[in-house]
């Protein structure tokens, strides 16, 4: 007999109820049982990035978060970056920078950009380049550093240092 918990989420706007085994990661939940599948599965062992989304606002690798964890929460996916089918300033610029190959990686890429552009405009500094006043600069060490969680066996790396750099701006 499997015992469900029964959970609530805003998913790209949208409120879900949900009952979830408690094993149930969030990745699972949003593509098995929501239909969400701009959310990737890579590594399924929180390695690659591919899963990540924004929880609440901050980064997170869904693969390795269960969904009873974040009841309640507010997750953002790159599809719910994209209201109304406008692209979102980091993804317009992935798209003018040609900064993605298969794609399968890039809305993982796309979240954690808009994640680490937020931590840094709110001035948490990476490991990399933290300084005793706190400031933070986003040249492209910076940025490579604060993307070094989402792998891209294409190797569009540079691409994606340089929209990510562009979406800074």
Do not use: W
Not at 8 to 23: A, C, I, N, Q, Y
Not at 136 to 150: C, F, K, P, Y
């Amino acid at each position: 007999m499997t015992t469900t918990i029964p959970i609530g989420l805003t998913v790209d706007g949208h409120r879900h109820e949900l009952d979830v085994d408690p094993r149930t990661t969030l990745l699972d939940a949003l593509r098995e049982r929501l239909g969400v599948t701009s959310t990737k599965k890579g590594c399924d062992h929180g390695q690659c990035g591919a899963c990540t989304v924004l929880v609440d606002g901050r980064r997170v690798l869904a693969c390795l978060t269960l969904a009873v964890a974040r009841d309640g929460a507010d997750v953002t996916t790159a599809n719910g970056l994209a209201p109304e089918g406008e692209l979102h300033p980091v993804a317009e610029a992935f798209l003018a920078n040609d900064a993605y190959q298969c794609g399968y990686c890039t809305p993982g890429q796309i979240c954690s950009a808009v994640g680490a552009l937020d931590e840094a405009r709110r001035g948490m500094p990476s490991a990399a380049t933290a300084d005793l006043t706190g400031e933070v600069t986003l040249d492209r060490a910076e940025i490579a550093e604060r993307m070094s969680g989402n792998l891209c066996r294409c190797a569009a790396y540079s691409n994606i240092v340089t929209a990510v750099q562009e979406a800074a701006r």
